[in-house]
Every structure is written in C-alpha cells, then in structure tokens.
C-alpha cells in the first residue's frame, strides 16, 4: 500500500472554526491532491499540487485553500468552516515519483478525514 | 471540462451472475486514461481497471472487465461471477493526458449483491 497518511481521521468543529486537514505521503510522489466526497456527486478535486510550492484549483475549491512545503507534506485550510463543508475528505498521490516524468492518472489515496461542521 | 457521468445510482445482482454499471464520459481529447475504483464500506479506494484510451483491446482483470467504446465515448464495467465482497460504490474516473494532470469521477454506482 501506498505510504499515505491523513489527519485528524476524525472532526467535529463549529461554524466559523480555522480547520486544518493534513496528508503526509512517504512516497516521494510529485502529485498530490484533495478531493471531497458528498452523496450522489462522488469525488470532487478541491485543489491538487504538482511540486513543492506548485498549486492549483479544483471545482470546488471556494472556501479552501492549500499549501506544499515540502514534497511529503500537502495541507487543506478552511479558514471558516461552515456548515456546507461537512463531508469526508480524501487526499492522494499519483504514482509519479517527484523527479519527474508523466502521469498516468492512477492515484493512491488516504483512508479519507471525516469532517463534521456544527 | 470534461464530465463523468454514472446514471445509476444503485444496482444489484445476485451472488454468482453477472452485471454491468455504466458510464459516459465527455471529452474533446483523443488520448486520455479511464478507471473503475471500488469503494466498500472501509471507505477505502481501492483500483478495479484502468484503461488507456490509444488501446483497441478491453482491460481485463480477473471477474473484472470493461467494454470501452471510444467513439461513444463510453465506458461500462462487466463483473462476473459476482461475490459478496464485491459489494461496494463504485466510480468511473476521467483522466487527461493533456492539460490538467487531474481524475475527474462519475458521482458513482452503489452496488448490493445478493445472497
């Protein structure tokens, strides 16, 4: 299994709330990214990263914002957590390795942050 | 944009038979990936197929088969000899070459086998 780890797994917080959500890879991949989960609209890209510092917007990416300092590390804000944003987030990584090439498209994923907006 | 699209929200099958989930996807790029990803209730993403649109040839993957057809841009899945552990959400995923470096999903397919 690809070397993915999310946290917290697990969150209740309050309306108005900052609220971080980290993904750690130990797989030296050069994609990462952030989707949401919501019944009857699957998997939706919040905002995706190509490289240290290298960021970009996804669908829905309103509310959200993101940051890569390292390689290993791919952080989602929500600076005010409401109500709209209770959803299970997933992180992944593609099957690049970060000293380039191209990607195919597969990604790994992390066991999903189940968050909950009071 | 592309978009993916799954238009049953739910299936099942009896254990043993075999089923077919759909999906259509919309695109104006000629070379491009496509995926089945499985999600049982773990939560987990696990990857079921993938197939590259340059190819002719369906993927295959043991029960696991799909029925690609690029110029209607369509794309089903065909399980066989369904097990109780198939049963699981499952999503149809888009996959750009060009462009974007992103997986677009279908909103998904609960499927329920039964005993």
């Known amino acids: 299994d690809a070397g993915i780890t999310q946290s917290p797994r697990h969150k209740v917080t309050e309306t108005g709330t900052p609220v971080t959500l980290r993904c750690h890879q130990t797989e030296n991949h050069r994609y990462m990214y952030w989707y949401r989960q919501d019944p009857g609209h699957g998997l939706r890209l919040i905002h995706y990263?190509?490289?240290?510092?290298?960021?970009d917007k996804g669908e829905v990416s309103d509310g959200y914002s993101v940051s890569r300092s390292k390689t290993e590390d791919f952080l989602l804000t929500l600076e005010s957590a409401t109500s709209s944003q209770t959803s299970v987030y997933f992180c992944?990584?593609?099957?690049?390795?970060?000293?380039?090439?191209?990607?195919?498209?597969?990604?790994?994923f992390g066991e999903g942050s189940r968050l909950t907006v009071l | 944009a592309q978009t993916v699209t799954q238009s049953q929200p739910e299936m099942s099958v009896q254990e043993a038979e075999t089923v077919t989930l759909s999906c259509t996807y919309d695109t104006s790029e000629s070379d491009y990936y496509l995926f089945w990803y499985k999600q049982p209730p773990s939560r987990q993403m696990i990857l079921v197929i993938r197939?590259?649109?340059?190819?002719?040839q369906n993927a295959t993957e043991n029960r696991f088969s799909v029925n690609f057809q690029k110029a209607a841009k369509s794309f089903s899945l065909k399980i066989s000899d369904s097990q109780l552990g198939d049963a699981a959400m499952y999503f149809c995923a888009y996959f750009g070459i060009q462009g974007a470096q992103k997986l677009v999903f279908g909103q998904g397919t609960r499927l329920t086998i039964n005993p």
């Open positions: 197939q590259e649109a340059y190819k002719q």
């Open positions: 992944a990584i593609s099957e690049l390795a970060a000293s380039g090439g191209s990607n195919t498209g597969e990604l790994f």
């Open positions: 990263s190509y490289g240290v510092k290298d960021t």
